[in-house]
């Protein structure tokens, strides 16, 4: 296998990586926190629940004033 790659001259310096930028907004934490809590109600599964929980506590911490 053969990959091709473009030659950077030596004298050019490497620029900084760019600044993360949030994947989800603190909008969409409170969806997918109520999308969590409306599954949760309806699922028998104690494991599944169990998983549920923490992910639905997992988001709530990112998500201020709940």
Same mark, same amino acid.
């Given at each position: #296998?053969?990959? #091709?790659? $473009?030659? *950077? !001259?030596?004298? =050019? !310096?490497?620029?900084?990586? /760019?600044?993360?930028? &949030? @994947? +989800?907004?603190?909008?969409? +934490? *409170?969806? @997918?926190? &109520?999308? @969590? &809590?409306?599954?949760?109600?309806?699922?028998?599964?104690? =494991? $599944?629940?169990? *998983?549920?929980? &923490?992910?639905?506590?997992? @988001? /709530?911490?990112?998500?201020? /004033? $709940?």
């Amino acid at each position: #296998m053969t990959t #091709m790659t $473009e030659e *950077r !001259p030596t004298t =050019e !310096p490497l620029k900084e990586p /760019g600044r993360a930028r &949030a @994947l +989800f907004s603190t909008a969409d +934490f *409170r969806l @997918l926190r &109520a999308a @969590l &809590a409306s599954h949760a109600r309806v699922t028998d599964d104690r =494991e $599944e629940l169990a *998983r549920i929980n &923490a992910l639905h506590h997992r @988001l /709530g911490t990112y998500v201020s /004033g $709940e």
